[in-house]
Structure formats: structure tokens, C-alpha cells
């Protein structure tokens, strides 16, 4: 089978329930990744910050809004003690992009029922929240080598982490459109 295919029948099978069992994992596995960051959190709000960098998030991959090469460095250096701890919140990770990546698919499955939509709209609705997972583990992926201390990633992380975010959104906006449209039929 292939992904696409995978995902078909993740939608197919939508169901409210699902979406909420879903929705709970994912709210579920966010709080079990913030109780494993929670070390890292602390090391991070102890370091040093000046003027309006200390408005920000610590962690470079939550900020949402973009983070340079050089601040990624300056965060592995804060943490390297514990990027023992870093790797068993990737592990986590690994189980929260299956979930969101699931409730993606159950919220596209849901919205397109009984609403057409051409063929085109129906592939975009399924391969956006593939693309959010494979950007992810991407993610995760160079995280681990820059935690190991294999390779500097820093240069490329802060484009695979926007692009995590930007297909997680558009998957969530073109979910709400089509939503949108089905509610005014």
C-alpha cells in the first residue's frame, strides 16, 4: 500500500470518536514530552539572557517564528549535559508526529465527507499531513546527530523545523476551508 493509500484509509475510516481519541494523544503525549523537557526548560531559564531575546522562547524549536544557526548552537551548548535527556524527548516525539499526523488525516477524513471535492483537493488534503510527518521526523532525525555530537545540523535545522510548521498549518488551513465550504452548502 502506499502512503497516500495509508492515509485514504486513515480518513475513510473518520469518525468524531477517532478525531477525539486522537486529539487526546496528542494533548496526552505533549504533556509527557513537557515533563520530559522539563530539566532542559530549567537549565535554559537559568542561563543568561539580554534585552529582547529574553521576551523569547528558550528552546529554539519552539518559537515558531524562525531561529538562526547561531542561536541553535548556543542552545546545544546550554543543554549538553543533557542531551541524554534531549534524545528520550525525541523518542516521545516520535509517537506525538504519529498522533498529529492522525488527527490530520481523521479532521480531513471528516471534513470531505459528503462534501465533493475533485481529486486534486483530496490528494492535497491527504499528502499535507504526510508531508508534516516526514518534515518531522527530518527534524527529529537532525536533532539526534546534532545531540550525538555527530555533525553540525544547524545551518539546515531551522528550514526543516519551518517547514514542519508551515505543512502542519497549511494542513490545518485547508481542512478549515474545506470545512468552511461544506458548512455554507
Not at 509527557?32 to 537559568?46: D, F, K, S, T, Y
Request: one cysteine or more; charged letters at 15%.
Amino acid at each position: 500500500m502506499t502512503p497516500l493509500g495509508a492515509a485514504a484509509a486513515i480518513a475513510n475510516g473518520a469518525t468524531p470518536a477517532r478525531l477525539a481519541l486522537a486529539l487526546a494523544a496528542v494533548l496526552g503525549l505533549w504533556l509527557a514530552g513537557a515533563l520530559v523537557h522539563a530539566p532542559i526548560e530549567a537549565a535554559l531559564r537559568a542561563a543568561p539572557c539580554e534585552g529582547l531575546a529574553c521576551l523569547r522562547p528558550l528552546r529554539p524549536d519552539t518559537r515558531h517564528g524562525g531561529y538562526s544557526a547561531a542561536e541553535f548552537r548556543d542552545y546545544l551548548d546550554a543543554i549538553w549535559s543533557l542531551r541524554g535527556r534531549a534524545l528520550a524527548g525525541l523518542l516521545l516525539d516520535l509517537l506525538l508526529v504519529a498522533a498529529v499526523a492522525s488527527a490530520l488525516l481523521l479532521t480531513a477524513g471528516l471534513v470531505t465527507r459528503d462534501v465533493p471535492v475533485n481529486e486534486r483537493t483530496h490528494r492535497l488534503l491527504l499528502a499535507l499531513p504526510l508531508a508534516y510527518a516526514a518534515m518531522d521526523l527530518g527534524e527529529n532525525l537532525l536533532l539526534a546527530v546534532a545531540y550525538a555530537g555527530l555533525a553540525d545540523v544547524a545551518v539546515v535545522l531551522p528550514w526543516i523545523s519551518a517547514m514542519k510548521f508551515g505543512t502542519a498549518v497549511a494542513s490545518g488551513a485547508v481542512s478549515l476551508v474545506v470545512a468552511m465550504m461544506r458548512a455554507l452548502a
